[in-house]
């Protein structure tokens, strides 16, 4: 396997003069196009001060300027740190001082903030037009770049995901960890020159940036580029694609949309789902409505994607189907490691290629995340059922997914509990047709001043990002308890399992 990332697309890409990108307002961008642009930006990072293993922290909307950004971080041999673009200064500052970035790319409409927040570093600009002062700067560079020289183990990427501390951590992607899992995915799902992807995800985070994108890269493929996903702009493209990747949210609202048929799915050879867990009630109702079989598969920040369910051969609902090659799947006994027997629900452990290098700056984390045989512990519960499909039950710990982005508990627990009039607070994830998991809060008053859920929630809307902030809040007069005073949040769930079963 080679050992640098850009150097393995340009491996693969046969034709430069074929299309790469078409945004939603019809216009193209070639494969030549796009390196050449990539160039531009590779050589405005250099001018900005960047060099090998700098870290460039980004927080911007999606575009094809966007893209090209994260190109050039790799060709110049930087580590791209994305972040989700509804961040809040305040949450930001703690990513800043973390990363410890060469330069910061944000939006013109919040660089003052982010500026004074990184001082003494560099901030440029790029919106979602392309436009900012980045792409000034790039527009006066040369098209040709003198690309750096990467090695398998070198950080290609630091993508933050949630952890038992609720202080997000940085997980470091080699150039090796993304070109296996393109490699992998490329043929497990039959990706060729001729297939045009739906890209209707953000490209922050792994899902659109190394799943969705890498794909189309290694397979010189084709992509249908929308700023974010439009349930009319899908369908309208649907007849021209051959592909689509989304999270379940997506399939749950083309399902209520009157304009989804078989008829217009005809040309649409895969459709595949992932970030959170696809109800099987929602296959079910895919299937009938388009005559297709969703493609659910199972991956994760720190891994990229371990499992699949088959192209060929039965995609069960309720199952992410089996280890992809190269990559070895265990379910284990969370204390002793002890393989469990099929049918028995034990943690999900993961080793091969695509497992990330360790957490950024915490060698402690990231030894006690490993197995001493080299397995990672996901912190996933699972259990494989008798023909190998591989089940996820529930996690270890409490972190919440919802429409595809980790929010962990104890971070707007925090938030919470400094409110006036809050005595204290549990949040939970519970079921949710369109978001797989509804980020649910309860509050306990002090009896200090009153409380409402409208007044709870429009206090959290500066202090956290939109996915964070819970759906409901809900005011008890206690919060459940064991014995030894520990919120047992499992009573909880089960008595507001069904909140949100009618929408």
């Known amino acids: 396997m080679a050992g640098d990332l850009f150097a393995t697309i340009m491996e693969r890409v046969g034709n430069l003069d074929a299309p790469f990108l078409e945004t939603i307002h019809g216009k193209v961008t070639t494969y030549r196009d796009f390196l050449a642009q990539s160039a531009r930006f590779a050589n405005a990072l250099r001018v900005a001060g960047v060099r090998a293993d700098d870290r460039v922290l980004v927080q911007v ?22 972040l989700n673009s509804a961040y809040t200064i305040r949450e930001l500052e ?43 700067l790039a527009a006066r560079q040369p098209g040709s770049f003198a690309d750096a020289e990467c090695q398998p183990d070198d950080i290609a990427a630091l993508l933050y995901t949630s952890g038992t501390t609720g202080r997000a951590k940085g997980a470091m992607l080699s150039h090796g960890n993304l070109i296996s899992n393109a490699e992998t995915l490329v043929e497990a799902w039959r990706f060729t020159p001729t297939d045009t992807l739906i890209h209707a995800l953000p490209i922050f985070h792994t899902h659109g940036l190394f799943v969705a994108t890498n794909v189309v890269l290694f397979a010189a493929a084709r992509m249908l580029f929308l700023p974010k996903f439009d349930p009319e702009e899908v369908l309208r493209l649907m007849p021209r694609a051959t592909v689509m990747m989304g999270v379940p949210t997506f399939y749950v609202r083309l399902l209520q949309h009157p304009g989804l048929s078989d008829e217009i799915c005809q ?84 080793k091969g290629p695509n497992v990330f290098r360790g957490y950024w700056r915490n060698p402690e984390k990231t030894k006690t995340e490993f197995r001493q045989d080299g397995f990672f512990m996901t912190g996933d519960l699972g259990r494989f059922d008798e023909r190998g499909y591989l089940h996820i039950v529930g996690r270890v710990k409490d972190l919440i997914i919802t429409g595809g982005y980790n929010v962990y ?12 009039g809050v005595l204290e607070s549990a949040v939970i994830g519970l079921p949710h047709l369109d978001y797989g998991e509804a980020v649910t809060a309860f509050l306990v008053s002090d009896g200090s001043v009153p409380l409402t859920e409208e007044e709870v929630l429009k206090a959290l809307r500066t202090r956290l990002a939109r996915f964070k902030q819970p759906k409901r809040v809900l005011l008890l007069q206690s919060l459940p308890r064991n014995a030894m005073g520990k919120v047992q949040k499992e009573k909880l769930r089960q008595e507001y399992r069904l909140l949100y079963s009618a929408g």
Not at 110 to 132: F, M, Y
Not at 322 to 336: A, G, H, M, Y
Not at 409 to 420: G, Q, S
Request: with cysteine.
């Open 61 to 82: 909307e999606k575009s094809r300027e966007a893209l090209a950004l994260y190109v050039a971080c790799i060709r110049a041999g930087a580590i791209f740190v994305p």
């Open 94 to 136: 703690y990513f800043i001082a973390d990363a410890d970035p060469a330069l910061i790319v944000c939006r013109p409409s919040n660089h003052n903030e982010v500026q004074r927040s990184a001082q003494p570093r560099p901030c440029l600009t790029l919106d979602e037009q392309g436009g900012g002062s980045l792409a000034e």
């Open 267 to 350: 040309n649409m050879r895969l459709f595949i789902s992932g970030s959170a867990p696809l109800l099987p009630e929602t296959h079910r109702s895919w299937r009938l409505k388009t005559g297709h079989s969703i493609l659910e598969r199972y991956g994760m920040t720190e891994t990229n994607m371990n499992t699949s369910n088959p192209y060929d051969g039965e995609r069960v609902p309720g199952t992410v189907g089996f280890p992809l090659p190269n990559i070895e799947v265990r379910v284990s006994d969370p204390e002793t490691g002890t393989p469990c027997a099929p049918g028995e629900v034990g943690v999900i452990e993961v």
């Open 409 to 420: 508990p104890r971070e707007v627990e925090l938030e919470l509990d400094t409110l006036p």
